[in-house]
């Protein structure tokens, strides 16, 4: 069923390449992450129909593609989406699709500046949206984007996206300011799965996945044990859950500190693979990552 899905999307595609589909005029954008559908959000505004795959909690590592997901990429006239991997059940479609409608935002990064992966076909950890400068790249890589493809509109695109980096600039110095008021010796990040690493090369944490890079990896005993203890010797005051990944994973992992006569809190709910629900805060990239922030910083102090 899922190579007959696949052949069935690959050539639905192929063939929706030969003319463009618009709907009242505008451009059909399909995105598949919520951080890139923000992001594609801020930029095309109401300018382009878009349309995101994955929703709030949806996990990108195991997502994979329903019929009605099949009538919104071959309707689609550009599709934006992470690369690297990330959207592991999806990747022998984009790969198949050697066209420019398919744009990976990952293209835009420097390979040698990215953490190698042993856990990702591309050799890459594909969570580049952690690291705000590569989002400010990704914007620039999304304003060019839509105006090849709708020049009349470039200097609106371009306007958007002079704005949004502003936005981004000025998130940057308040995550910088908030992490500064935490000691470097409590800069130790435990979550669910190695999601936060660019987060933790940015601002000086040290990240430890229970999970690994991909969720797609189930942990083991050893692999509980082996952090409870990392947690006990390194005085963790407080663990993470993540929205995307379920929560018996952390909950294990602190019933083996508790076992060892430790205590280690959960500090709460971090947005990692997904944003939060449409409408508050946590559902917008700005949003996810000072609410992230302010939770790691007041669970660690």
């Known amino acids: 069923m899922k190579k007959q899905l696949i052949t069935f999307l690959a050539i639905a595609l192929f ?16 995105t598949t992450t919520t951080m890139i559908t923000d992001l594609v959000q801020h930029i095309g505004d109401d300018h382009i129909n878009l349309q995101g795959l994955m929703g709030s909690g949806v996990d990108p590592h195991l997502y994979k593609a329903s019929e009605g997901d099949v009538t919104k990429l071959s309707n689609a006239d550009i599709i934006f989406y992470n690369g690297l991997h ?4 999806l990747v022998e479609v984009f790969e198949k699709m050697k066209t420019k409608k398919t744009v990976a935002i990952s293209d835009v990064i420097d390979k040698n500046t990215l953490i190698g ?16 400068s590569y989002w400010m790249q990704a914007t620039n ?6 105006s090849e493809a709708i020049p009349d509109k470039k200097e609106i695109f ?41 987060f933790g090369k940015a601002f000086d944490f040290e990240v430890v996945g229970l999970q690994g890079l991909s969720t797609a990896t189930e942990a083991g005993v050893q692999d509980v044990q082996k952090l409870s203890a990392f947690i006990i010797e390194h005085k963790v005051k407080a663990i993470f859950v993540e929205s995307s990944v379920p929560k018996r994973t952390i909950e ?15 500090g709460g709910t971090l947005y990692s693979d997904a944003l939060g629900d ?24």
Request: glycine share 6%; charged share 20%; with cysteine.
């Open 278 to 301: 449409t409408g508050t805060i946590e559902g917008t990239y700005i949003g996810m990552f000072v609410y992230n922030v302010t939770t790691i910083v007041n669970a660690l102090k």
């Open 141 to 146: 890589f999304v304003v060019e984007t839509l």
């Open 117 to 132: 992966s042993e856990y990702f076909a591309s050799n890459y950890d594909p969570h580049i949206w952690f690291n705000i």
């Open 158 to 198: 371009r306007a958007n996206g002079f704005k949004y980096l502003r936005q981004l600039e000025d998130l940057n110095k308040l995550v910088k300011t908030t992490i500064n008021t935490l000691p470097k010796e409590k800069r130790i990040l435990v979550t669910a799965h190695d999601a936060f690493n660019y």
């Open 15 to 30: 063939f929706s390449c030969k003319s463009e589909k618009k709907t009242n005029g505008k451009l059909n954008v399909v």
């Open 252 to 266: 294990a992992l602190q019933a083996a500190v508790k076992s060892k006569g430790h205590e280690v809190t959960i």
């Open 86 to 89: 990330l959207e592991g059940k």
